[in-house]
């Protein structure tokens, strides 16, 4: 994946935001710390990663069951030593976690040198946990060399991944997602979507489409005007008809396009909205990539940091645009976890919604990073925080801390800042949602201490 060196002059090519109405509701900021369980560590021992270190968790839920994925030993220029996963079957109270195998050289069974970029779905039809990964190689520098999906039965046991798309040379794979087809009614139902961009063309957007449960991809597509971009994450409506919300390529807008073929043609993409992100500071690696679901109904929810609604766009909030059909959206929409006037910094969100809930009773759940202070010079402290809305984001609750009091410094480095992911996650298992992300303690040494952590009861 590239460099955050490299985003970074992206995010300086940005356009200025158009203006979006804020929500009234005013919300106290977070202050109160919930119990946490720690799902996973990093137990690799090779000398060229940042050890212990886990970043940038995924995750998904059907019934009890919830399933995470993340980055197991970070390299300081990009990718780890393999993806961890943690999986509970009970909603959340134990958890047991491992290594994907098949994908890495560092974990002992796979052919690539790294792995980084890696999310996880549910395919309905196949009755199988996909888990998407970009593989790595070493050869002229660490840079994206395939994609590949990783199947399971119960979401615990996995089997060697299978090759969605594997680059060409002198290519550069970046950002990959995947999301499937899981309503019964729909015309595609068990199709399964995985997007992601090829840097060293520009950030093409690039689409495959698998009918058979993962085993096989189709060839890559790109969109309706050979469109680019970053971090596009697939949707399904029920109707079959996918959406993918995407920044472009600069950060510097929200974009979305989609297929109402099974993935055989892909739209030309519109303009959601304009992205005005304050930089974060404390030499954090933290950028306007969007978090994104879609309610039982098809109606899709995408947010990100943003700080159109401050006074000279000194801290981010977290604002939301809708759709029902990927092309017209709201104006982005202020989600209220702090005053305007308070200093607090917010960004890196994960999102999620309760299943079967949709419209005014749909069930949202938001996590993201924080700083008390935005303006923290060298004494910042890094937080996790939640809110939530039962009425399809109309009103929210209070915001609570999951994590606080973490000192960048005790994170892994990446060639552009201290990193705890360029993601978050949260996801439904019941009514009680649970987060995913990852905490950070003192080192013991030259060790470093990041773990995967949940909000032990949910919330």
């Known amino acids: 994946m590239p460099s955050v060196m490299t985003l970074n002059l992206r995010v300086a090519l940005k356009c ?35 050890h212990e270190t886990e970043v940038e968790p995924a995750s998904f839920s059907l019934g009890k069951t919830i399933v995470s994925v993340f980055q197991i030993g970070r390299f300081t220029d990009g ?32 052919t690539y040198d790294r792995a980084s970029d ?33 199947s399971s039965t119960d979401g615990i046991t996995w089997n060697n991944p299978s090759t969605v798309s594997i680059v060409e040379a002198g290519g550069f794979y970046d950002k990959p997602w995947i999301g499937c087809d ?17 840097f060293s063309q520009g950030d093409l957007i690039e689409m495959s489409t698998s009918t058979d449960g993962g085993k096989t991809w189709s060839a890559k597509k790109t969109t309706g005007g050979n ?16 959406i993918v919300p995407i920044d472009d390529a600069f950060l510097s807008s929200v974009l979305a396009f989609k297929s109402t073929n099974g993935g055989s043609t892909w739209s030309t993409p519109v303009t959601v909205a304009f992205i005005d992100e304050h930089a974060v500071a404390g030499g954090m690696r933290a950028l306007p990539l969007i978090a994104a679901q879609m309610d039982a109904a098809g109606k899709v929810y995408v947010v990100w940091a943003d700080c159109r609604f401050r006074t000279n766009c000194a801290e981010n909030d977290i604002v939301m645009s809708t759709s029902t059909n990927g092309t017209t959206w709201t104006a982005p929409a202020r989600i209220p976890i702090d005053a305007t006037t308070s200093s607090v910094d917010h960004f890196t969100p994960g999102f999620a919604i309760l299943r079967g809930t949709s419209g005014t009773t749909a069930h ?39 994590a606080k009091g973490i000192n960048p410094n005790w994170l892994p480095s990446t060639t552009s800042g201290q990193m705890v992911g360029d993601y978050m996650t949260v996801s439904f298992p019941a009514q009680k949602a649970h987060g995913v992300f990852a905490t950070a303690t003192a080192p013991v040494g030259t060790a470093l201490n990041e773990p995967m952590d949940t909000n032990a009861a949910g919330i």
């Open 16 to 50: 200025f935001a158009l203006l979006g109405l804020a929500l009234l509701l005013i919300a106290v900021p977070a202050t109160a710390q919930v119990s946490l369980t720690q799902i996973s560590n990093d137990t690799f021992t090779n000398t060229s990663s940042q």
């Open 79 to 110: 990718g780890s030593s393999d993806i961890g996963f943690a999986t509970s079957t009970d909603g959340g109270t134990t958890w047991t976690h491992g290594n994907l195998p098949g994908i890495t050289k560092i974990q002992g069974t796979g």
């Open 118 to 150: 890696t999310s996880v779905t549910y395919n309905a039809k196949f009755k199988l946990w996909l888990v998407e990964t970009l593989a790595l190689s070493n050869s002229g520098g660490a840079h994206g060399a395939a994609v590949l999906v990783s």
């Open 182 to 198: 899981n309503t019964p009614t729909s015309p595609f139902f068990g199709n399964c979507y995985v997007e992601w961009d090829d």
């Open 227 to 242: 469109a680019i971009g970053n971090d596009g994450l697939p949707m399904v409506q029920p109707n079959g008809t996918v």
């Open 364 to 402: 949202l759940a938001l996590t993201y990073n924080f700083f008390p202070k935005s303006a923290c010079g060298s004494s910042c402290s890094l937080g996790v925080g939640f809110i939530e809305s039962t009425n399809g984001g109309t009103t929210w609750t209070a915001p609570r801390a999951l």
